[in-house]
């Protein structure tokens, strides 16, 4: 019974893989997500936990450091899946979130997802790669629009997000509203002290942002994860540019990165 379950699995792996890729990518997804639930179960809804004392101050620095850059109707390559917005939409974000460089920040993000694997395996229940890396700052007392607007992220399946917050959830830095399976109709606020993680369905629980107030300030990296049946032999993040969703291919994140 087992053999011949592993012999189904390994022929739609193959299957897969020789699949060619046009707007079958999200067919992709699809099946490679399938097969990781049928192997390692379900991901959890959320799981929160906070870095290290040393880590969190990491991420604080590769804030005070961080240049600063716009967000634009781009990719990093064909290898991405990229938002396609309204100019005014960009132009709208650029007013009221500053988006950072993370492509220097790559050995660090290296370092601190290995030393956090275990929780993060835990959320995600199955092997995993970094196939998005994004950051940026708040304006304070930014409007009810984009991030801050209530939304679901609207990934392609096997996706989940990894939130870090520096300095902390709560106050003047506000906080994150999530209206989960258990109180779909009533927001829940998530604070938190410095180094909050949370890691949740982003693409199946509504959320917000809820923008820092006057005096406080609400650093935020976002880390998108991809859900593997295997462990790659590399783990080396892929980055792209801050309108960059994830990978295009599902197949990608096995491959190594450098």
Known sequence: MIKHLAQKVKRRIRNLIRRPQSREGSESFKLHNELVNHSWGLPREMHKFVLTPDYTKVVKELFDSAVWLSIEDD????????????????????AEYQYCDVRPWSGHMQE???????EIFFALNSPFRVVQLRAWTTVPNASQFGPSDWHK?????????MMIYPLGLGGANGALALKTEHSPSQEEIIEGEEGLVIIFQNSDIEH??????????????E???QRLFVQPQDDAPFIGTPNDRHLSDPRTAYQLRY
């Open 223 to 225: 880390i998108t994860l």
């Open 208 to 221: 917000r942002a809820i923008p820092p107030k006057d005096g406080g300030s609400r650093p935020t990296i």
């Open 153 to 161: 992220d609207g990934l392609e399946p096997g996706h989940l997000k």
């Open 75 to 94: 990719t990093a390559s064909e290898a991405f899946l990229a938002s396609h917005l309204r100019p005014e939409t960009y132009n709208r974000l650029n």
């Open 112 to 118: 601190l997802i290995r030393a956090a694997r275990d």
